[in-house]
């Protein structure tokens, strides 16, 4: 990729912007109290960040006023990778840190929490009542016998009791690992058997799409299923009273009792997430108390520049890394958009509504959903008030340059848009949203701060300007204290340092440009490696879907027994579209002339879906898996996929070609 700096960005914050935001006067202040850099903008600093790595953590924990009860010894002890440690002797508590705004008399009865459900009715909890539930929660927990390092599971949805029952759990030293409740009882017995939970936090059903979906069939399940169970707690978002042996919610939220915040260890499990789990268990993920506290307040912080008087919209559930992400929004003192139900419904514009209503102002979304809504000819900005959006936060998928272009025409001109990446692996970004750097099309502001993100040839060698692995050099306090059942560290040093020893390989394909922004490929163990050039399958995607016939896609690169290799692309049509010879011409064109030759598919072929992650990733693993004449059971798990059914297509697919 070569120097594009004579193209103009399509955003430039301002210098009043610049001069308020919270990382400019983070710098000013490291370089009065630390040595950062005084000059140079972000890049000095992101170099001082990672050439000076314990103190850049050390001033984030300064300028954040992290509370720790018994103080560390040093910032790192342990240096290498996988395994290094973060601020050894310290003890703390994340739940103490998300509720101190309760402590300011003037912010007690401002909210904390906005739940909007699809009735868009707006429910605020304020921070006094939000302290006041954990702790009444916390002290239950403690009498059902829970101790630091128990697991407390959570099959909800994202409504202020999983904030609460999360809270109340982090306070105690407990462990929490939720799903979502559109999981089915298997997807979430593979990931909560893994860890055995002593209390289940459950709803009696929710509501999505302007349906009720009942799952008392599926708790029951659930219950007989984990013998580990020593409580189940019912929460009636439907109405229904408590199941025999379950307790009530509100019995155990009641009192009027002051929280007590367990001081654990720096890095004392704080949750367990899971990985996707397309081609077996999903990885059981344990990320620390301490160390998901200091990420989150930089990227909240700093990178998000969110504080008191913001309001922090996300669109996720449950079961995605991104609702961690959203409740650490506490952090700073921030108040959440929580909204349960459908993205669509009762139509696409459905989040920009939350987005008017709430006031939100950071508006965080999928880029499939900017897509969409680009696609359905909405027109956010001019239809609704969207004047305290004052930023567009995308991810999931890299979003692509019409998605850049359609927020900036459709929401508004000066719109900060920040599409991120990053990884359930570590909870946090690696690139991504920086609130004094300018936004240029089709590209991630800037590696993070902390992040000594780089771009690798396969023999380990530095690139700019050209596609790479996606590598960290360093270790970050918030990747994994280890996997759940991993008790020799194997199964977490194959997932991301067997290929460049001591060096956290994520799995994308990416390029640092000369001017320090990035841009995402796709996933590497999926790239496309045709005649020698490796190319990403987002740059396919993001071209095919621009024609209106086209719904979504799915290409896969397939190396045969002859050397040859196979590159079908896979369309799930529009309605009323036809995969006729002209369409079939019209994408290949647009792929020719938007990527290059060798990015144009040997065949282009019609299925019934894609197939995506419960998290609504595409999954081409699998799929390649598939083709190659692995067996169903062996190339998928099948609890991990939306839509197993469309998996037999692929199936067969597979034994027509051999």
């Not at 912007?17 to 919270?22: C, D, I, Q």
């Not at 019995?251 to 367990?272: G, N």
């Not at 268990?281 to 990420?295: C, D, F, M, N």
């Not at 690169?557 to 590159?567: A, I």
């Amino acid at each position: 990729m070569t120097s594009a700096a004579d193209e103009a960005p399509l955003w430039q914050p301002g210098p009043d912007r610049v001069a308020a935001a919270a990382v400019t006067r983070f710098q000013s202040w490291a370089a009065e109290h630390h040595g950062a850099p005084a000059e140079g903008g972000y890049a000095s600093l992101h170099r001082w960040s990672v050439d000076e790595l314990d103190t850049f953590w050390k001033a984030v924990a300064e300028w954040f006023d992290v509370r720790f009860s018994t103080p560390y010894e040093q910032v790192i002890g342990d240096r290498s990778m996988p395994g290094a440690t973060w601020f050894p002797g310290a003890t703390l508590n994340y739940a103490e840190h998300a509720l101190r705004a309760a402590e300011d008399p003037l912010r007690a009865d401002a909210p904390a929490l906005l739940h909007v459900d699809e009735s868009h009715t707006q429910v605020p909890t304020s921070w006094s009542e939000l302290r006041r539930q954990v702790g009444s929660l916390a002290a239950e927990l403690r009498a059902l016998g829970v101790t630091p390092g128990d697991r407390v599971s959570g099959y909800l949805p994202n409504i202020p009791q999983a904030v609460v029952a999360f809270l109340a759990t982090a306070a105690v030293g407990g462990i929490w690992t939720s799903c979502a409740p559109d999981f089915g009882a298997r997807s979430v017995l593979d990931r909560f058997q893994q860890v055995e939970p002593v209390v289940l936090f459950t709803v009696d059903g929710y509501r999505y799409g302007g349906k009720e979906h009942h799952r008392a069939d599926t708790v029951a399940e659930l219950r007989r299923e984990l013998p580990t169970l020593r409580a189940v707690v019912h929460i009636p978002l439907l109405g229904t009273d408590a199941p025999e042996g379950a307790l009530d919610w509100a019995a155990l939220t009641c009192a009027d009792t002051e929280p007590v915040f367990e001081q654990v260890p720096f890095d004392h499990p704080l949750w367990v997430l899971y990985s996707s789990g397309t081609t077996g268990l999903p990885k059981a993920i344990v990320q620390s108390q301490g160390g998901i506290l200091l990420e989150h307040l930089k990227q909240i912080g700093l990178h998000c520049d969110l504080g008191p008087e913001d309001r922090f919209f996300w669109y996720t559930s449950t079961g995605w890394m991104m609702w961690n992400f959203l409740v650490s929004g506490l952090l700073t003192g921030t108040t959440l958009v929580l909204y349960d139900g459908s993205p669509g419904y009762p139509d696409v514009s459905a989040q920009w509504r939350v987005a008017e209503q709430t006031g939100a102002t950071l508006f965080g979304t999928s880029a499939a959903y900017v897509m969409a809504c680009r696609k359905a000819g909405v027109h956010p900005g001019r239809d609704l008030d969207l004047s305290r959006v004052q930023c567009v936060a995308t991810t999931g998928s890299p979003l692509p340059p019409d998605g850049f272009r359609w927020l900036h025409d459709e929401v508004a001109d000066d719109l900060w848009i920040a599409s991120v990446s990053g990884g359930t692996d570590v909870c946090s970004c690696f690139a991504g949203a920086v609130p004094t750097l300018p936004v240029h099309i089709g590209e991630l502001q800037a590696a993070c701060l902390g992040t000594d993100l780089q771009s690798w040839d396969p023999a380990g060698e530095p690139l700019t300007g050209e596609v790479g692995e996606l590598v960290v050099t360093e270790p970050m306090p918030s990747m994994p204290v280890r996997f759940w059942n991993d008790p020799d560290g194997s199964r977490y040093h194959d997932s991301y340092f067997d290929v460049y020893p001591g060096v956290w390989r994520h799995g994308d394909w990416i390029t640092l440009t000369d001017r320090g922004s990035v841009v995402i490929h796709g996933r590497s163990d999926s790239t496309l490696n045709r005649q020698g050039v490796r190319m990403g399958s987002a740059d396919i995607y993001e071209a095919v879907e621009r024609l209106p016939e086209i719904r979504e896609s799915l290409v896969i690169g397939l190396e045969e027994p002859d050397g040859g290799y196979w590159m079908p692309l896979f369309v799930h049509l529009a309605e009323g579209a036809t995969l006729d010879d002209a369409l079939r011409d019209s994408i290949k064109r647009t792929i020719r002339e938007n990527l290059s030759p060798r990015h144009v598919p040997d065949e282009v072929i019609e299925v019934p879906g894609i197939p995506h992650t419960l998290t609504g990733k595409r999954i081409e693993v699998p799929v390649k898996r598939l083709l190659q004449g692995t067996a169903l059971e062996k190339a998928v798990n099948p609890g991990s996929i939306d839509n197993l059914e469309l998996l037999h297509f692929y199936e067969k697919l597979a034994r027509e070609r051999r």
